[in-house]
């Protein structure tokens, strides 16, 4: 990326990316309730497009008790259960499995969103310092949910990340989610019609965490940048390569999180 022209806009997810990662609130629950790891992922890949999940994501349903009543059923069903463990396990015999977990999804659900509303420490500076830099344009592209009416969640604190970006997607108010390739159409429209209809695809940089996000930008022809779980500052290191700033303090402790 380093040999490419500079872009001229920066495009960041926010979970996982700009904020702490939710995918750790759900390993971590995994853990304490003794569920083999990457269920529920699995689970709710497996329901794309059309879980639950999905339609909040897409602002189709409401975020109440129906929503985790399909949530939970979403992520107990037999068959789902029994698949994860043939592909994972070499499980075939059904009757050697153990009960589909009883799972509070409710509980998961705001572990998840607290865990996102966390600024973090190696992206979030960065993306201040790119701001401030004033050389490229700063968009987010962020799978969301909408929180019920009333909810403390809503209130926009000083220090949320949302307010670093000049246009932010929001998955849960255009109706549209990662990786569907519409998303990032409309991404890119709102992009040129702001700036101007001269930028290309490839004068983007997009942040993602996830693999299937990044494969539907790079069909776009979009340049990419990996963010793994738990290496933010690995991330950052390769946005100093393509922006030419210095993002990272060298005195910050390279802590793994």
């Known amino acids: 990326m380093a040999s490419q022209p500079r872009p001229k806009v920066l495009m960041f997810d926010i979970g996982g990316v700009c904020v702490l990662s939710p995918f750790q609130a759900i390993l971590d629950y995994e853990i304490q309730r003794g569920i083999p790891k990457g269920y529920i992922n699995y689970a709710l890949r497996a329901l794309t497009p059309n879980g639950a999940w999905h339609k909040l994501e897409r602002g189709e349903i409401p975020n109440d008790s129906n929503y985790f009543s399909m949530f939970k059923s979403d992520v107990e069903r037999p068959d789902i259960w029994a698949r994860f463990h043939r592909e994972r396990f070499n499980m075939t015999d059904s009757s050697m499995l153990a009960p589909v977990p009883d799972i509070d999804v409710e509980t998961l659900y705001w572990t998840m969103m607290s865990r996102s509303r966390i600024p973090d420490p190696y992206m979030y500076p960065a993306v201040l310092k790119l701001k401030a830099s004033g050389k490229y344009h700063m968009v987010a592209l962020s799978n969301t949910t909408v929180f019920p009416e009333g909810h403390e969640f809503n209130q ?65 022809g979009l340049r990419t940048i990996r963010v793994i779980l738990g290496k933010t500052r690995d991330a950052v290191a390769e946005l100093e390569k393509a922006t030419g700033l210095t993002l990272l303090d060298d005195s910050e402790p390279k802590a793994r999180l």
């Not at 849960?172 to 209809?197: C, F, S, T």
């Open 156 to 220: 926009v604190r000083p220090d949320d990340v949302t307010n670093a970006f000049e246009i932010f997607v929001s998955s849960a108010h255009v109706g549209m989610r990662k990786p569907d390739r519409n998303i990032y159409e409309y991404a890119l429209q709102l992009i040129r019609e702001r700036w101007g209809q001269d930028i290309r695809n490839e004068d983007v940089v997009f942040l993602d965490d996830i693999g299937e996000n990044l494969k539907t930008a790079k069909s776009l």
